[in-house]
């Protein structure tokens, strides 16, 4: 079973950047992903690698890249251009599923989380 452990979070006015990373233990499964919640709010999916592919959310297009480094079983998150409406707790989830993507439904295994606040 794999276990991830979020890193990276923190406070940045808007525009700047943050790079987070989940480091994964265990066997790595064929998808892993990262999502954002607000308080009160949906989950929702940022981006995704399965099986080497990525994918992106309309929101993280352009700005985002979602990065996996299979050696150190790490997954990245570089935030460009940061915006108030990021802000959230974002999560490193895992999925044995081949095509699970932006689906956290399909997704087993979850990180604790990291708090990502842009401030204008």
């Known amino acids: 079973q794999v276990h991830l452990v979020e890193s990276g979070g923190g406070s940045v006015q808007a525009g700047g950047s943050l790079t987070l990373s989940c480091a994964a233990s265990g066997d790595i499964p064929e998808c892993m992903g990262w999502f954002r919640q607000v308080p009160g709010k949906e989950r929702e999916g940022v981006a995704a690698?399965?099986?080497?592919?990525?994918n992106e959310s309309n929101v993280a297009r352009g700005r985002f890249r979602i990065s996996q480094d299979k050696a150190t079983k790490t997954l990245s998150l570089q935030m460009n251009n940061l915006k108030p409406e990021d802000t959230a707790i974002y999560y490193c989830g895992a999925s044995l599923h081949l095509w699970a993507y932006l689906r956290d439904d399909l997704y087993e295994t979850w990180g604790q989380g990291t708090q990502v606040t842009v401030y204008a």
């Open positions: 690698i399965c099986s080497g592919n990525p």
